[in-house]
């Protein structure tokens, strides 16, 4: 019989195995992964260090117990080097191993600026265990007894989570963007102003509308120039502008791809019996068939469960709803649904403070309906009250509640 076989051992590739050994007991399972395999939370490297979490102790399982738990072989260490859809082969430095059905869960790469200057290459970036490892090594290494100087490069969702956990575990926070405002490309200008000022208030400064254009050394420093002319002077400096869905692995097998790999409602690629989900994938919609690069918990979440179904024969399509981007900035936490871009030139936002503080702001398209919202503080009541709201128009009561 031959295996299942799993590229990626994060939370896309741990979620199918988890939910396929659920329903097949028996069929051989592999995971290739090219780290050491362990199994740990992504989503909590932005906010570690408030909590004095070393990198061991994220790791909550290792390759060793996870194989156990699933009954599965965990190639760890080992890399993809090329896969053959039509002899249904995946050859890494390892070995060449068959497969019945293959799942791309290898995630994305964090995306890299291109500065110039001598110190560039002292830019990090987090997008794993083993990068936070590092990044903790370098602020535990301070060079005096004042409080490590951080420079985050980006203030979207991952650079604000940073910056907040930075500041509350006492470090000097320093937040670059493009944009007018902090999260600008998710949140509504009521709640990015709210959170500037909430960040703001722990200590960590602004420079908007402007970029990072190099680093070089100081005398005891880092030196990061940016395009307005201002230079910020950083013990390190940590990049967050994004991710960029891993499609290497995808051109090899020649799969359809745009940002992300192409999948259908199923979840399988433009090749019979690959399947693909996570930071790696574009999902198509079951309503306009658009497709969407979807990296957050939730859509991970039911595609695994639906591919785990479809795996064992039971075609499933991955149902996606609408779920809040939980922003994990506490001094001022947010709930989420951003527009869809291509509405948000012909919407408005339209914003409520209520009679406890609580700001919601919703964003209704041209046709007064419903199809965006954020608020903060927040908790599940009004997270589904609002959730109820969407695709409604503003005169009913569903959407003005």
């Not at 102003?193 to 420079?207: D, N, S």
């Not at 957050?296 to 595609?303: E, N, R, V």
């Not at 408005?348 to 403070?353: A, G, K, L, P, V």
């Not at 709201?389 to 003005?400: D, E, F, K």
Request: proline share 5%; with cysteine.
């Amino acid at each position: 019989m031959k295996p299942i076989i799993i590229i990626g051992a994060g939370l896309a590739g741990y979620t199918v195995a988890r939910e396929f050994r659920k329903l097949d007991k028996t069929t051989p399972l592999i995971m290739i992964t090219a780290d050491s395999g362990g199994f740990y939370s992504k989503p909590m490297l932005s906010n570690a260090f408030a909590h004095g979490k070393q990198a061991e102790q994220m790791i909550t399982h290792s390759a060793t117990q996870m194989a156990e738990q699933l009954n599965a072989t965990i190639q760890a260490n080992t890399h993809v080097t090329a896969i053959d859809a039509a002899a249904k082969t995946v050859t890494t430095d390892a070995g060449v191993f068959e497969y019945e059905k293959l799942v791309l869960a290898n995630g994305a790469q964090a995306i890299h600026l291109g500065l110039k200057g001598e110190a560039a290459d002292q830019v990090l970036s987090v997008n794993h265990v083993d990068d936070y490892a590092k990044f903790r090594a370098h602020i535990n290494a301070p060079k005096n007894a004042q409080p490590v100087r951080v420079t985050i490069l980006g203030a979207g969702l991952i650079g604000c989570e940073f910056a907040d956990d930075l500041a509350g575990a006492g470090h000097s926070v320093t937040l670059v963007d493009p944009s007018a405002r902090p999260l600008a490309a998710l949140a509504a200008p009521a709640l990015s102003a709210k959170l500037q000022t909430a960040l703001g208030a722990r200590g960590v400064t602004f420079h908007l509308n402007t970029v990072a254009e190099s680093v070089a050394h100081g005398d005891n420093d880092l030196q990061v120039s940016l395009a307005d002319g201002n230079t910020v002077a950083a013990d390190v400096v940590l990049s967050a502008v994004g991710l960029r869905p891993d499609l290497r692995l995808a051109h090899a097998a020649q799969l359809k791809t745009n940002r992300g790999i192409i999948i259908d409602t199923y979840g399988q690629t433009s090749a019979a019996d690959i399947y693909a989900l996570g930071d790696c994938a574009e999902y198509t919609s079951l309503t306009d068939g658009s497709t969407h690069t979807l990296p957050y918990i939730t859509p991970i979440m039911t595609a695994g469960r639906a591919i785990a179904k479809t795996l064992t024969g039971e075609k499933t399509v991955i149902d996606l709803k609408p779920s809040p981007v939980l922003i994990k900035t506490p001094s001022y936490p947010l709930a989420l649904i951003p527009p869809a871009p291509h509405i948000v030139a012909n919407g408005s936002w339209q914003d409520e403070t209520t009679e406890t503080g609580r700001c919601i702001s919703r964003f209704y398209d041209a046709n007064g309906v419903l199809a965006g919202f954020g608020v903060s503080p927040h908790d599940n009541a009004i997270r589904q009250e609002l959730l109820a709201g969407l695709g409604h128009p503003a005169s009913s009561p569903t959407a003005a509640s």
